[in-house]
């Protein structure tokens, strides 16, 4: 006997699933925060250090590389950035497209690709 879920039943298994899914962004989001707060003396003015030190601590405790040597950072969005670096989503997307116009970054939709791993420790907003 085939058993079939029923609508309300797969409902319940979707919020069950993004429940847990908010509590794991919920636990790194406030890992990357405690360490980059640990690491660096926020400057009040210029958010680009603390949203570089959060890619770069993203992409090596989620990050996958690709064939191509790239770092994927799957399930990230704008607003998971800004919140990451207590600022707000235009700040966050102002400074993550900057990384994408000197090509070190690559946006995608709820994705982060870091085209250059390197660049990121080379203080590419100076």
């Known amino acids: 006997m085939v058993y079939c879920k029923t609508k309300r039943e797969a409902v319940w298994d979707l919020l069950d699933d993004r429940k847990a899914r908010a509590e794991i962004m919920d636990l ?50 704008h607003d998971d950035i800004a919140a990451m670096a207590k600022t707000t989503r235009p700040t966050a997307s102002r400074t993550l497209q900057a990384l994408e116009r000197r090509g070190i970054l ?21």
Do not use: H, N, Y
Not at 28 to 55: E, H, N
């Open 28 to 77: 790194i989001c406030r890992s990357i925060f405690f360490m980059t707060r640990l690491t660096r003396t926020p400057i009040a003015s210029d958010v680009a250090p603390i949203i570089i030190d959060i890619l770069d601590a993203l992409s090596q405790s989620i990050g996958v590389r690709d064939m191509e040597d790239r770092i994927v950072i799957p399930g990230i969005t």
């Open 106 to 126: 690559d946006l995608g939709r709820r994705q982060i690709v870091v085209l250059k791993p390197e660049d990121l420790k080379r203080k590419p907003w100076a």
